[in-house]
């Protein structure tokens, strides 16, 4: 069952600029994670928010989420050409970690 | 350094074999998990585990099983591989409440 959806699919921006990647979800969370995938490798996690928070921020990066929306954003500040890479939306809707992922967002960090 | 370990990055299999995939984590987490990772699908939780000897279905059981008889261990069984079967397959632990921790995961092709 197909729970989170990115958007973009696809994101090439400047080194220096910000990016930002979106997560939509159809049902009730308990929590919703970020995951970054490397080309070939295993996930990475990245920062988890619980349906109670807003916001949060770990390095340069910045998650919100607006339950009311069903949605959340991930923000990454002054990218770099090591932030390529996929990023994935997952969702816990219970809390015992079944995740359900979302398709990903490519993002390409161009020199 | 937390590790979550697959036995094999690449393994070639014949139609009709039993096939072992082998994840190991040295975290000491209580649960782990199996899913696999299709072009166009995503990820898909295959089974998962909250303890050893106990294992719940995911969303695409049909045609695999597993094992847990160490709390560290968690094997993925596929008793007679189909070409549909061919896959990128990612291990991951965790604790309640916190991330998945991935392996890098076992690309297999059936032949």
């Known amino acids: 069952s197909q729970q989170g959806e990115e958007d973009p699919q696809a994101l090439s921006i400047q080194e220096g600029e910000n990016a930002t990647m979106n997560c939509s979800y159809k049902?009730?969370?308990?929590?919703l994670q970020w995951y970054r995938q490397n080309s070939g490798r295993g996930l990475v996690h990245l920062i988890l928010i619980r349906s109670n928070e807003r916001e949060k921020h770990s390095g340069r990066l910045r998650v919100t989420l607006d339950t009311s929306k069903k949605s959340s954003s991930l923000l990454i500040t002054a990218s770099r050409a090591a932030d390529t890479a996929s990023y994935f939306c997952?969702?816990?809707?219970?809390?015992?970690?079944?995740?359900?992922f979302g398709q990903g967002t490519r993002l390409t960090i161009n020199p | 350094d937390v590790k979550v370990t697959q036995s094999s990055r690449y393994l070639v299999k014949r139609t009709g074999e039993k096939v072992f995939l082998e994840c190991v984590q040295d975290m000491d987490h209580e649960n782990m998990f199996w899913y696999r990772q299709d072009p166009g699908l995503g990820l898909r939780l295959i089974y998962f585990?909250?303890?050893?000897?106990?294992?719940e279905k995911g969303d695409i059981p049909e045609g695999y099983s597993v094992s847990r008889e160490k709390k560290e261990r968690f094997s993925l069984i596929l008793e007679s591989a189909s070409t549909n079967q061919t896959s990128m397959y990612l291990c991951a632990s965790s604790f309640f409440g916190q991330g998945l921790f991935f392996g890098s995961g076992t690309q297999l092709s059936v032949l």
């Open positions: 997952a969702t816990d809707a219970s809390g015992a970690q079944k995740l359900v």
């Open positions: 049902t009730s969370i308990n929590n």
């Open positions: 585990s909250y303890d050893v000897k106990m294992k």
